[in-house]
């Protein structure tokens, strides 16, 4: 494409039917802990 | 441009940032009529026609989010906080733990209520396999006793249950020395540090309980620590040692504290806003917040240039696997906070998370009857960004989950709100996140390219 370039493969549908498997690392938003903000984790089954 | 409900990311030309202002994905007249007088209209139709692309794909107007069947409808709990000492070596001016003491007596976790929590966390795991127990005070290293007790109690539970539990710890390391510096390494412990930056900074809001600057002592004790793990880690999924800030109104100027963080030989870190009502010395209130922006930006530059000088360094928020981020479930459940997690505290009572502690509405039982409160556990669970009003129209829910509970209790005193400040600083700083890994990317692009 000319005037786009797309940067990712996004998953964030396709994780609708398959995910939840919940053996990812909890996340806290919080300044007292790492302040793991979900949106900084990566998934640890569907890689 | 991001595509809220895909997640894709796109990098676009000004003429397609300028036809987003019309598109709505039917009206391809519409957007030619608008923009005819400044652009060619094969060009404009060039372009849409790449957005009909993207739309097929579903990279673009993808369909709204609902809640999935994978989103289970009770949660699992996986991970435990404990209280191992609400007591404080330092009195830092905006702890929300009151020195460690939760607004209680200073006090230690027992050997014994630790192992108790152990036994609760794998009797309420169901079939998770990874698990996670995070020391925390207060000061955890003020009461290694019960630390090396649980840690030790762990290592047979995960002999007998075949789980694993992670084990992460928060300090303040004035007390991290030789000895248990080699225990926790040996013991495979995920760390985070507290460090505040610059050391006018951190000696101004971290003082010793005699009232003098801490910096001096627990960065030389930070050294010894990361040297002792030659080169160590910066996935938050393996033993990592982070170092973390806290900014206030105090160091708007935060970039200052990263780069000196970074100049003092630490490549691993994050630095954050305090949260803080009523302090007008140290809080950040809205009025900050175009000069937090700014700062941002400075960050993101700094980073940057850091980057392409080959002195890249780690910062916790700006890293972000745009591919292979978490599912649905996972961004809707978020913190997981008195679901999926929950905080013990010393005299071993449940709350919904270590910041809930001493709050004594959100007391969610203890350790010897068992969760027995029957509403907040429910209700934490379906507190997510489809439930929060204002998270609903917010494009970055997705990626902030609804930001910290405990914070719009503690402004608006129900969790279902939100607060407002951390609200605009989470949407810059994921702005300057996204932008971070769209350069990265294209960069990665143009060197495959090659
Ligand atoms: S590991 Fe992946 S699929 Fe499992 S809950 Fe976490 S993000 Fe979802
Ligand atoms: S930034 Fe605020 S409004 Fe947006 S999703 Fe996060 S908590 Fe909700
Ligand atoms: S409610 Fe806030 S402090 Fe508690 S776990 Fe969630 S993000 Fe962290």
Redesign the pocket.
């Known amino acids: 494409m000319k005037h786009i370039q797309t940067v990712n493969k996004p998953s964030l549908q396709a994780s609708l039917k398959k995910g939840g498997c919940g053996e990812c690392q909890a996340s806290c938003q919080s300044a007292c802990k790492t302040s793991c903000t979900v949106g900084n984790q990566v998934c640890e089954t569907m890689k | 441009m991001l595509d809220i409900n895909s997640g894709a990311v796109h990098v676009v030309d000004k003429m397609i940032y300028d036809m987003m202002d019309t598109f709505d994905g039917t009206n391809d007249e519409d957007v030619v009529a608008a923009l005819r007088g400044t652009y060619p209209e094969a060009d404009l139709r060039e372009a849409l026609g790449e957005l009909h692309e993207l739309m097929d794909q579903k990279e673009l107007f993808a369909p709204d989010i609902d809640v999935p069947p994978t989103f289970r409808q009770s949660g699992i709990v996986k991970s435990l906080c404990l209280m191992i000492a609400q007591d404080c070596n330092l009195r830092c001016k905006y702890c929300f733990g009151d020195g460690g003491s939760y607004g209680q007596e200073r006090a230690v976790m027992s050997p014994e209520t630790g192992r108790k929590a152990v036994d609760f966390l794998i009797g309420k795991s169901g079939p998770r396999k990874h698990l996670e127990m995070d020391f925390f005070g207060g000061e955890p290293l003020m009461n290694m006793k019960t630390v090396k007790a649980v840690t030790e109690y762990v290592h047979q539970r995960e002999k007998e249950t075949g789980k694993t539990i992670k084990l992460t710890m928060t300090t303040n390391g004035m007390l991290l020395n030789d000895e248990n510096i080699k225990w926790l390494n040996d013991n495979n412990f995920a760390v985070v540090l507290s460090l505040d930056g610059r050391k006018a900074v951190h000696d101004a809001v971290r003082p010793t309980a005699g009232g003098q600057g801490s910096y001096d002592r627990v960065v030389k004790n930070f050294h010894k620590f990361v040297d002792s793990r030659q080169g160590g880690s910066s996935d938050y999924r393996g033993s990592y040692i982070f170092l973390r800030g806290t900014y206030t109104h105090k160091n708007l100027d935060f970039t200052k504290d990263v780069l000196a963080m970074r100049d003092e030989g630490f490549d691993t870190l994050s630095m954050e806003p305090v949260v803080l009502k009523d302090n007008p010395e140290l809080a950040i209130t809205e009025e900050d917040l175009p000069r937090v922006r700014e700062e941002y930006d400075r960050l993101t530059k700094a980073y940057m240039d850091a980057h392409k000088a080959g002195k890249g360094f780690f910062f916790f928020h700006f890293n972000m696997d745009l591919s292979n981020g978490p599912c649905v479930a996972k961004r809707l459940s978020g913190c997981g906070a008195g679901h999926e997690y929950m905080a013990v505290a010393e005299n071993g009572d449940l709350y919904p998370c270590h910041q809930f502690v001493g709050r004594e509405k959100y007391r969610l039982g203890s350790l010897d009857e068992g969760v027995t409160d029957t509403h907040w556990p429910q209700y934490f669970r379906e507190s997510h960004?489809l439930n929060?009003p204002?998270?609903r129209d917010?494009w970055?829910?997705f990626f902030?989950?609804?930001?910290c509970h405990a914070n719009a209790d503690l402004f608006h005193g129900e969790i279902r709100d939100?607060y407002e400040v951390g609200?605009e600083i989470?949407?810059k700083r994921l702005e300057c996140a996204l932008y971070v890994q769209a350069m990265l990317a294209l960069e990665k692009q143009a060197k495959e390219n090659n």
């Not at chain 2, 902030?400 to 930001?403: A, D, K, R, T």
């Open positions: 960004v929060k204002k998270c917010c970055c829910r902030c989950s609804g930001g939100v609200c989470q949407r």
